[in-house]
């Protein structure tokens, strides 16, 4: 068990709705990574928030956006769902903002738009 | 043309026998090179992590990094039904880029009894 808690563990949904994924860091770690994985595509980077404050950002789509609340949860809202979002998307939490090395996943929650 | 190219297998072996995964990239700046394993419903899990070039052992794993070549592999001696898992390569310019680790879309490795 990594210590990072995500739910739901699945989710189906319809095109055009719209969803909220959660994530727990493990305790200590205040850096929390969204990832998204697909066949074809492998794991993508979406963004980083590190105590609260968005670190950085990588390929996420603007109907895409995330937050980290002052417990350090992150939740990530996907918006207008489309056919193609359909993903597992992983978070990771660290306890730097700059530890590429020590990154803990949690089991990721499978999105299925319908 | 991706930066990162990984074989996706499967890769099936009986059990006992000496594994090899690999990478290669395009990118020459990489610097820091990981290799995840990805059980089945789990997030991944870091395996190995090394710097530059050369080797780095680890129990039954020893990682390989050839950077004249842009070759990356994972050895597994003795292979057990347990290292049955997806393996990720995964590569970043420098420290303080986490948010830059660039994927292998992952290799399917089946060992077998």
Redesign the interface.
Known sequence: D?G?TQTPKHLITATGQRVTLRCSPRSGDL?V?WYQQS???????LI?YYNGEE????NILERFSAQQFPDLHSELNLSSLELGDSALY?C?S?KS????????????TQLSVL | QKEVEQDPGPLSVPEGAIVSLNCTYSNSAFQYFMWYRQYSRKGPELLMYTYSSGNKEDGRFTAQVDKSSKYISLFIRDSQPSDSATYLCAMSVGTGTASKLTFGTGTRLQVTL
């Open positions: 990594s990072v850096s990574y066949l074809d595509q492998g794991l993508q980077f980083q670190r950085a950002k990588g992983f990771a660290g903002p700059v530890d590429n090395e020590k990154l803990f996943f949690g089991s990721g």
